[in-house]
């Protein structure tokens, strides 16, 4: 498979690619990864990883994410608990990813220097940081072989998550990661087209062509909630999307932010 190939299958579409650009074909072709083989992760690669994935630019230097590497069985059992997942618990590593707001108010506190910008821009740039390091712990992690998923879905229990990791105020989970050996290559996952997502000079203000076409490409087995919203002969992204989140998911996560010291106006 050619990098045109994999961004074909993944858009409908490909830019023309010029031919060093070849050496991304392992990025074109990523997919996530929820079936692991049973062999063990080593600890000195995983925190290489982590070292590779903290190399990442960080806004204005001010390094504001951490990673927990979970091993204690316990902690590891009560995450699991938190999502639900059953191919979860078989995962040999996970991670999470944090925000960390604390070091930035310490370094003002050595400083006898008071903190002036205590507003949302704080939990924006720490949150940001811990984005940029987990996608490229992601992608070093691939370089190398493992299969990884992001579990958005510790955030839908925080209190918890801060509980059992141990984290002070101004430090706030953004998300976990499962990480081995995958038993299987990985599948391209279709996404909206680089016509509806990639913008020149301004941005494309209608969305619903671009949400159209897409619904065409994916294809859903099984649609979500038909007990409330039954069967539709066209179902797509669109409509999966909108009843996923037509749920109140989460209405505790600004409260949680707050009560960790955040300040969000």
């Known amino acids: 498979m050619t990098i045109k190939d994999a961004l074909q299958a993944r858009f409908g579409d490909a830019p023309d690619v010029p031919p060093e650009a070849e050496a991304l074909i392992d990025m074109a072709a990523r997919g996530v990864c929820r079936d692991y083989r049973d062999d063990p992760v080593d600890p000195a690669l995983l925190r290489t990883l982590c070292a590779v994935a903290l190399s990442s630019p960080s806004k204005s230097d001010l390094q504001q994410r951490d990673i927990v590497i979970v091993t204690d069985p316990e902690i590891r059992a009560g ?78 229990q925080p209190e918890t998550v801060a509980s059992l990791l141990g984290l002070p105020d101004h430090v706030i989970p953004v998300c976990g990661l499962t990480l081995g050996w995958p038993n299987r290559p990985p599948r391209i996952q279709p996404r909206l087209s680089l016509g509806a997502t990639i913008h020149e000079n301004r941005f494309t203000q209608a969305q619903e062509p671009g949400i159209a076409e897409y619904d065409r490409r994916r294809d859903f087995p099984r649609q979500r909630d038909t007990e409330k919203w039954g069967e539709k002969a066209d179902y797509g992204w669109s409509d999966d999307k909108a009843r996923q989140y037509a749920v109140p998911q989460r209405t505790d996560w600004g409260a949680f932010v707050r009560g960790k010291g955040f300040r969000l106006d």
């Open 79 to 156: 995450l699991d608990r938190i999502t639900g997942f059953d191919w979860q618990p078989k995962a040999p590593a996970f991670l999470v990813f944090c925000a960390n707001h604390a070091r930035f108010r310490a370094c003002h506190e050595m400083a006898g220097v008071p903190v002036a910008n205590d507003h949302l821009d704080g939990f924006f740039n720490a949150s940001i940081d811990a984005a940029i390091a987990l996608a490229t712990f992601i992608t070093a992690a691939e370089r190398v072989g493992f299969g990884c998923c992001p579990i958005s879905v510790i955030r839908n």
